[in-house]
């Protein structure tokens, strides 16, 4: 059973960069599935950042595209986000989570990031 | 990008009864690559159905999902005190890979 955690800086000034990171363990992150971020404000719906597969290759979504960055670390089994120029709209429960062919089946227990001075 | 309008916006039921929860999406979902995901408060989302209608590994058959092109149904029937929750429909066959904004089942 593949595990996620996610880790980083719970606390970011506005206008800096937001960086997380997922160490998957139970699994390779090299495997046939797509490792995802998604965010959901407090008290609010969930929002899906964007997705890394093993090769590199990306989707983001088009409302944060020209501020993200996901990558991959095969040699440490994670990945990572970045958002830059953040803001108090930013603040949000990030999730890392792993899409297989049947949806995103397995969740990291999220992590708050506070954007605020 | 395909929005998910799920309706209602809550829904108030007595356990043992049956819930029906809706997701029309703007345009067809691909390959009915339609997921519904529970979230209690303070946890992640866990998958409960995928491919419009396929139940996930340990999900009790009282949850069932169904719909093809626009229009998805997630049924419970004979609510347990423990389904009381937020649901979320998502499509994943077309990036972005959208979310619905969510049904809360509470208790009546």
């Known amino acids: 059973q593949v595990q996620l955690q996610e880790s980083g800086p719970g606390l970011v000034k506005p206008s800096g960069t937001l960086s997380l990171t997922c160490a998957v363990s139970g699994g390779s992150i090299s495997s046939s599935d797509w490792w995802s971020w998604v965010r959901q404000p407090p008290g609010k719906g969930l929002e899906w950042i964007g997705e890394i597969f093993h090769s590199g290759s990306t989707n983001y979504n088009p409302s944060l595209k020209s501020r993200v960055t996901i990558s991959v670390d095969k040699s440490k089994n994670q990945f990572s986000l970045k958002l830059s120029s953040v803001t108090a709209a930013d603040t949000a429960v990030y999730y890392c989570?792993?899409?297989?062919?049947?949806?995103?089946?397995?969740w990291g227990q999220g992590t708050l990031v506070t954007v605020s001075s | 990008e395909i929005v998910l309008t799920q309706s209602p916006g809550t829904l108030s039921l007595s356990p043992g009864e049956r819930a029906t929860l809706s997701c029309r999406a703007s345009?067809?979902?691909?390959?009915?690559?339609l997921a519904w995901y529970q979230q209690k408060p303070g946890q992640a989302p866990r998958l409960l159905i995928y491919g419009a209608s396929s139940r996930a590994t340990g999900i009790p058959d009282r949850f069932s999902g169904s719909g093809s092109g626009t229009d998805f149904t997630l049924t419970i029937t004979r609510l347990e005190p423990e389904d009381f929750a937020v649901y979320y429909c998502?499509?994943?066959?077309?990036?972005?890979?959208?979310f619905g904004q969510g049904t809360k089942l509470e208790i009546k």
């Open positions: 345009q067809s979902v691909s390959s009915s690559y």
């Open positions: 998502q499509q994943y066959g077309s990036s972005p890979y959208t």
């Open positions: 989570a792993r899409r297989g062919w049947s949806a995103v089946d397995s």
